[in-house]
């Protein structure tokens, strides 16, 4: 089942805005992610956020964890117009698998 | 240094007719490997899932199935192909609890 749900849905700003997505997830997790997506092809791993950290920093991106409210948030500051993709949190589950619950993703465009 | 590859990359099939998508990995031992499909302006759901040869796990039930045959191939098939089976399909491996690395995926059109 899709655990996590992002919002914005799409998120339209202009170069050098900064741009803010969010996530929420449904059960207890081992770690959060972030993924980005260009238009046909695969994902690609952006950040990961352990369930006992609170804030993580990564260049121009930063994220946040709220496990008491079980939600995420990914901010990307100075947007560049090459950051126009899908982006799509992902929640990692306790146990063997390692597998992860995906949300519908947030598209972001940045307008030169 | 490790990557994983997908094919076909795009395939047309008609209703009805058999589907085979490979997946593999280079560059590292007994990965976890995942299949996914995202629909049309979708996220991703997971559809199988392999700790092992041999070992699969489904997670959504339906009109495909995965086998692992060797440790870093990972198969997508069905029997007979449906229209609701359109979609971008796309593998990825991990090795511990981190983050997963993703193939190109194959964009399949059942017609």
């Known amino acids: 089942s899709q655990q996590g749900e992002e919002d914005p849905q799409a998120l339209s700003i202009q170069e050098g805005e900064n741009a803010t997505m969010n996530c929420s997830y449904k059960?207890?997790?081992?770690?959060l992610q972030w993924y980005r997506q260009n238009s046909g092809r695969g994902l690609v791993h952006l950040i990961l956020?352990?369930?006992?950290?609170r804030e993580k920093h990564s260049g121009r991106l930063r994220v946040t964890l709220d496990t008491s409210k079980k939600s995420s948030s990914l901010l990307i500051t100075a947007s560049r117009a090459a950051d126009t993709a899908s982006y799509f949190c992902a929640a990692q589950e306790w146990g063997g698998s390692e597998k992860l619950v995906f949300g519908k993703g947030t598209k972001l465009t940045v307008n030169p | 240094s490790q990557t994983i590859h997908q094919w076909p990359a795009t395939l047309v099939q008609p209703v009805g007719s058999p589907l085979s998508l490979e997946c593999t990995v280079e560059?590292?031992?007994?990965?976890?490997l995942y299949w996914y499909r995202q629909a049309a302006g979708r996220g991703l759901q997971l559809l199988f899932y392999s700790v092992g040869i041999g070992q699969i796990s489904s997670e959504v039930p339906q009109n495909l199935s995965a086998s692992r045959p060797q440790d870093r191939q990972f198969i997508l098939s069905s029997k007979k192909l449906l229209l609701s089976d359109s979609g971008f399909y796309l593998c990825?491996?991990?090795?511990?609890?981190?983050?997963?690395?993703f193939g190109p995926g194959t964009r399949l059109t059942v017609t």
């Open positions: 956020i352990r369930s006992n950290e």
């Open positions: 059960t207890s997790i081992n770690n």
């Open positions: 560059g590292t031992s007994n990965p976890n």
């Open positions: 990825a491996w991990t090795k511990t609890a981190r983050e997963q690395y």
